[in-house]
């Protein structure tokens, strides 16, 4: 992501006719009135287990290729020694006691000296990914869903240092504890960690009491750090109105909000945050996903329809919902039209004063079906089509096809 947003990209405000009977919806793009700068940290993975939205799990968060099922099954591993220590690692693709699971590898040890095994790290891959890693930590509360346990006020001390030396594993220098330990790991260079979340879905005033104390030690100990908090574990409503309000009142760098709502949801709050004091706390969405019906298979509730929904809530607008943005550094301006209805749609984009070439082209997910889904057996209705678009003047004439996400690429010329 970092590599991909290291240039400039502007969000263009756009404006949208009314459809009428094979009247092309008349999108404009206002080139000269550019919007906000678009932040690299604006989109991320969220690895946990829910809506199969990336290869992770709530506790195994941290490791990437986890079950070693990559084509190159040692991928995200890296091979350890201290004391000069040996042995070998022997990838297996079969195991008799665990069929659900049935990739693996065997570690052999030389009993000679010293050390050997494999380590996987949660900042290689945020690295690998180009992400800004943002580890979640307890807070002293239990998971409110399933008890209500909560560490005393006087003991969180512990919960604390944990914090600290998190922050001390990623940023310290080798000649601190926990920055010695990342250097014998084979990184003596820091990871550089910014944001650091306190609790993950926790709510009313014992969450409010425990991450006031968490703020004070760790602001006064480490300013550079952005804490995020949190609002619950829902996008409306008495909790996540309290959080909310008690928050302002302590200042955190983000506030995270959690939605896991039907897809008609989505469609509906496209406009969410169209309100939002922009000069207020920013918003981290670090959970949210289209929830449909659930059948047998595992990935049943990650449909078309889903996807299709959580992209018109990604665009924000009305209709036909649809965003545009600017690569100024490679010459290229994005416009992304999402048809959520079942009809096709005729487009006509205005392009306005760019210098445009005459090269575009159009890239489209679609199906017919908004039940179906890919799956992780091989099943892939979705795949992405491209196909050339003309541009008349400053005009491009399209259609959006019925539950399609569209993106139609155009070149200009860099000044």
């Known amino acids: 992501m970092k590599n991909f947003l290291s240039f400039l990209l502007l969000l263009f405000m756009m404006t949208s006719g009314t459809v009428l009977a094979q009247q092309p919806l008349e999108i404009s793009i206002q080139a000269d009135k550019p919007g906000a700068e678009i932040q690299p940290t604006m989109w991320g993975v969220f690895f946990e287990d829910i809506n199969f939205a990336a290869d992770g799990g709530i506790y195994a968060e941290l490791v990437k290729n986890r079950s070693f099922e990559f084509e190159l099954p040692l991928s995200g591993w890296s091979q350890t020694a201290k004391q000069n220590g040996t042995g070998r690692i022997v990838p297996g693709f079969y195991s008799p006691s665990n069929s659900g699971n049935p990739h693996f590898v065997s570690v052999y040890i030389d009993p000679a000296a010293g050390s050997f095994g494999l380590t996987n790290e949660y900042f290689l891959l945020a690295g690998d990914m180009g992400a800004e890693p943002l580890p979640i930590l307890n807070c002293g509360m239990s998971c409110q869903f399933n008890a209500a346990e909560v560490v005393p006020l006087e003991e969180l001390d512990t919960y604390i240092q944990d914090a600290l030396d998190l922050i001390e594993f990623a940023n310290g220098d080798p000649s601190t504890r ?28 014992q969450y409010i009491e425990r991450y006031w104390v968490f703020k004070k030690v760790l602001k006064e100990k480490h300013p550079e750090i952005k804490i995020v908090s949190g609002s619950g574990p829902s996008s409306a409503g008495r909790m996540f109105e309290y959080g909310w309000s008690e928050l302002r ?8 909000e959690h939605y896991y709502m039907p897809p008609e949801w989505f469609l509906e709050n496209a406009a969410r945050y169209d309100n939002y004091d922009r000069k207020g706390i920013k918003v981290f969405a670090g959970e949210y996903a289209a929830h449909g019906k659930e059948g047998t298979e595992a990935e049943s509730r990650n449909t078309w329809w889903s996807a299709l929904c959580e992209a018109a809530f990604m665009t924000g607008q009305n209709g036909i919902y649809a965003s545009s943005s600017v690569d100024r550094k490679n010459g290229k301006l994005y416009i992304k039209p999402v048809n959520s209805s079942e009809k096709q749609v005729p487009v006509r984009l205005a392009l306005g004063k760019l210098p445009y070439t005459k090269s575009a082209v159009r890239q489209t997910l679609k199906s017919e079906n908004r039940e179906d889904f890919n799956s992780v057996s091989g099943q892939e209705l979705i795949i992405p089509s491209e196909i050339p678009v003309s541009i008349t003047g400053r005009r491009i004439d399209t259609v959006s096809e019925p539950l399609s996400v569209n993106v139609i690429i155009i070149d200009f010329k860099v000044r």
């Open 178 to 205: 926990w920055g010695g330990l990342r250097s014998e790991m084979g990184h003596p260079a820091k990871f550089n960690m910014k944001y650091l979340g306190i609790g993950n879905e926790q709510w009313d005033e």
């Open 249 to 256: 009142k302590l200042s955190p760098d983000l506030i995270d």
